[in-house]
């Protein structure tokens, strides 16, 4: 069964810091891995997306990296502001269109502390 | 710039009765779909479309209808509510050649 989990399921950190969350995964097949930020009572917005041939992106203070070998992904936060807090979803997709089946890690809800 | 708008944002029913989440895009996408989300879960597929007039089974369809008659709307019915239904449910809209999903702001329902 495709499988996706993220570590830790929670973490707090101090404003100003950086921290790094992980992703693993055991979907095949692999088409492309994004990462959501989900606010507290708002739907999902999309960060990243990676496809295999991919190892690092960017989008301002977020890094997303993908090592496809170890089907294992990491999302690093540089430092971090306090509307960083939310939860943070791993999903990987099976086929390049909207469509196709995607698996949700289950998160993890990041706090950012003054 | 509406993007995918849901209603109604909090519902409460009671066990056995009937009602329509609905879900409304205005960035003519063929993509569209319903997640439910549970604590401690990831996001789990209830049904999708590719375009008007189709509609297909997700993950956990069971206790809940779909129908796409135009490109906009993607409205979800619940039969006959369950306590097991209580959740929050996202409607998500994309198109076919970007992967990009684009989630609506969900809708939190109690189930008595």
């Known amino acids: 069964k495709n499988q996706v989990e993220q570590s830790p399921q929670s973490l707090i950190i101090l404003e100003g810091k950086n921290c790094t969350l992980q992703c693993n995964y055991t979907v095949s097949p692999f088409s492309n891995l994004r990462w959501y930020k989900q606010d507290t009572g708002r739907g999902p917005v999309s960060l990243t997306i990676m496809t295999f041939s991919e190892n690092t992106k960017s989008n301002g203070r977020y890094t997303a990296t993908l090592d496809a070998d170890t089907k294992q992904s990491s999302l690093h936060i540089t430092a971090s502001q306090l509307s960083d807090s939310a939860s943070y979803i791993c999903?990987?997709?099976?086929?390049?269109?909207?469509?196709?089946?995607?698996?949700f890690g289950g998160g993890t809800r990041l706090m950012v502390k003054p | 710039n509406a993007g995918v708008t849901q209603t109604p944002k909090f519902q409460v029913l009671k066990t056995g009765q009937s009602m329509t989440l609905q879900c409304a895009q205005d960035?003519?996408?063929?993509?569209m779909s319903w997640y439910r989300q549970d604590p401690g879960m990831g996001l789990r597929l209830i049904h999708y479309s590719v375009g008007a007039g189709i509609t297909d089974q997700g993950e956990v369809p069971n206790g809940y209808n779909v129908s796409r008659s135009t490109t906009e709307d993607f409205p979800l019915r619940l039969l006959s509510a369950a306590p097991s239904q209580t959740s929050v449910y996202f409607c998500?809209?994309?198109?076919?050649?970007?992967?990009?999903?684009?989630f609506g702001e969900g809708s939190r329902l109690t189930v008595l």
């Open positions: 999903v990987v997709s099976e086929g390049d269109n909207a469509g196709n089946m995607l698996t």
């Open positions: 998500a809209s994309g198109t076919e050649n970007t992967g990009e999903l684009f």
């Open positions: 960035m003519n996408h063929e993509y």
